[in-house]
């Protein structure tokens, strides 16, 4: 079965460029997660969704930061304009329900390794 | 408020000796537990979980972890270290019915020949 398939693996780029990171979560998980990962603030949930329906964004740290979930087999953060505090690894993951349902698994991606110059 | 906690940033043991992972949390109504590993230059995966009933979970690559409400805490055993064992190791928790996981800030565990 395929994972949750995150693209690009890694990306450097320079301050001021738009940055798009692309997810394709597990077929038929209904729940999707956008987390990002620095070795100072560990890993934190940045937006999710149900149903393709942005539940929580409450991590997105500030403007510059969108995410989009179009149908149910493909989301997009985008990071616009790129700083170089935005240099981390995101992970995307997906999971049946939501988190609160039987406690269902999360899912990860490998990861987008993002470094802004 | 930091509702999970993991004590020891890095943990190292010998090939072979016991591994204890140590995670603590705080909640007033019984949570659902979690146990991630990620391993160099990869996502995380689930090692074990509990929900609900038997308190001892058994996960994946001879891990488990009890649940223990008086002391809340849910640690992580393994009776003998192995070198794949070397990775970073995220407590997580569910405190409500309708709310997200909320991870630890991970223990990276060494493993010395």
């Known amino acids: 079965d395929a994972g949750v398939i995150q693209s690009p693996r890694h990306e450097v780029t320079e301050m001021g460029q738009e940055v798009t990171l692309r997810c394709k979560p597990i077929?038929?998980?209904?729940?999707l997660f956008w987390y990002r990962q620095t070795m100072m603030r560990g890993l934190e949930l940045l937006i999710y969704?149900?149903?393709?329906?942005?539940?929580?964004d409450s991590g997105m740290p500030e403007d510059r930061f969108s995410a989009k979930m179009p149908n149910a087999s493909f989301s997009t953060l985008k990071i616009q304009p790129s700083e170089p505090r935005d240099s981390a690894v995101y992970f995307c993951?997906?999971?049946?329900?939501?988190?609160?349902?039987?406690?269902?698994?999360?899912?990860f991606g490998e990861g987008s390794w993002l470094t802004v110059v | 408020a930091q509702s999970v906690t993991q004590l020891g940033s890095h943990v190292s043991v010998s090939e072979g000796a016991l591994v204890l992972l140590r995670c603590n949390y705080s909640?007033?109504?019984?949570?659902?537990l979690f146990w991630y590993v990620q391993y160099p230059n990869q996502g995380l995966q689930l090692l074990l979980k509990?929900?609900?009933?038997?308190?001892l979970v058994k996960g994946i690559n001879g891990f488990e972890a009890e649940f223990k409400k008086s002391e809340t805490s849910f640690h992580l055993t393994k009776p003998s270290a192995h070198m794949s064992d070397a990775a970073e190791y995220f407590c997580a928790v569910i405190l409500n019915r309708d709310d997200k996981i909320i991870f630890g800030k991970g223990t990276r565990l060494h493993i010395l020949p």
């Open positions: 077929s038929g998980h209904n729940s």
């Open positions: 509990y929900t609900t009933g038997a308190t």
């Open positions: 909640s007033s109504v019984p949570p659902y």
């Open positions: 993951a997906s999971s049946l329900y939501g988190t609160a349902y039987s406690g269902n698994t999360i899912y």
């Open positions: 969704f149900n149903n393709n329906v942005p539940i929580d």
